[in-house]
């Protein structure tokens, strides 16, 4: 069993910039690909980034692009999400998730483990 935690959400103005953590339990770390998610008010919940287990291969989706990076630490059990120049349109809960295979996926259903999400909130 692999529990997540993330921390980093908060309230920023439009323009600003939060770093996303996401800390990891057990010793299966390093062997899994990670991913980061969002859901925001009143829509489905969608893959933002995703990044295998020794963290060489990554993606982020069209739409952050340029703003977003995803990176790892395996020594840490910790995947981070860097969000720049935000927008009011990023506000939503995010989630990061844990596959059980190493190479990285944009898929929902491979992801076994999830956290409990952190609030972001962009203002304007």
């Known amino acids: 069993q692999v529990q997540l935690v993330e921390s980093g959400g908060g309230l920023v103005q439009a323009g600003g910039s939060l770093r996303l953590s996401c800390v990891a339990s057990?010793?299966?770390?390093?062997?899994?690909?990670m991913g980061w998610f969002r859901r925001a008010p009143g829509k489905e919940r969608e893959i933002l980034a995703a990044i295998d287990s020794s963290g060489g291969t990554t993606y982020v989706v069209n739409s952050v692009k340029g703003r977003f990076t995803i990176s790892r630490d395996n020594a840490k059990n910790t995947v981070y999400l860097q969000m720049n120049s935000l927008k009011p349109e990023d506000t939503a809960v995010y989630y990061c998730a844990a596959s059980a295979r190493g190479w990285s996926t944009i898929a929902s259903k491979d992801y076994i483990y999830w956290g409990p999400g952190t609030q972001v909130t962009a203002s304007s």
């Open positions: 057990g010793r299966t770390f390093s062997t899994q690909a």
